[in-house]
């Protein structure tokens, strides 16, 4: 008798309460931030970064498109590195992970990441991981086009209980 009792809460539990609930992906999806301003008075070299780009293997061959990333923490330190690509030395091709060293300002815990993208080949970057000295590794899932020129990305500082400093731009 209990254990019908049970197996019938945990049912009417299953029935009533589940479907009101909102699912949420693990991984959030990278959104356009048109209002996203570039830090051009901040222009210390204080720190090296590694950055890992991983393009789709649905991605075209190759681009020749022109892409640029910009990094920051929640207090207004960014990090911004113009011109990645390089056709000549297979950038960004299909299936391919690139690193670069990257200098900027030192950072607290790095929150948001974007990419920007000019040119017509379209390209599809699977992930962007970012490696500091002063804060843990991080890696921002994309594995989608990146429309062409807005800034596209994450911004992940409120979960820090700061809104940052893109954010407020």
């Known amino acids: 008798m209990k254990m019908m009792r049970a197996l019938f809460f945990t049912l009417l539990f299953t029935l009533i309460i589940i479907p009101f609930s909102q699912a949420r992906s693990i991984f959030p999806r990278p959104q356009i931030r048109p209002s996203f301003k570039i830090n051009t008075t901040e222009n210390r070299r204080s720190c090296s970064f590694t950055v890992s780009i991983r393009t789709s293997c649905s991605s075209i061959r190759y681009t020749r498109d022109h892409i640029s990333l910009a990094f920051g923490d929640a207090y207004g330190n960014q990090v911004y590195a113009p011109r990645l690509d390089d056709p000549s030395t297979g950038t960004f091709e299909r299936c391919s992970t690139d690193t670069f060293v990257i200098y900027g300002p030192c950072t607290y815990q790095i929150c948001y990441l ?15 991981t970012v490696y500091a000295y002063n804060s843990r590794t991080v890696t921002f899932y994309f594995n989608e086009l990146i429309p062409a020129g807005i800034w596209y990305g994450f911004d992940d500082c409120y979960y820090y209980g700061v809104a940052s400093s893109s954010a407020m731009k």
């Open 114 to 128: 974007y990419l920007y993208r000019s040119g017509y080949d379209g390209w599809i970057p699977y992930d962007v």
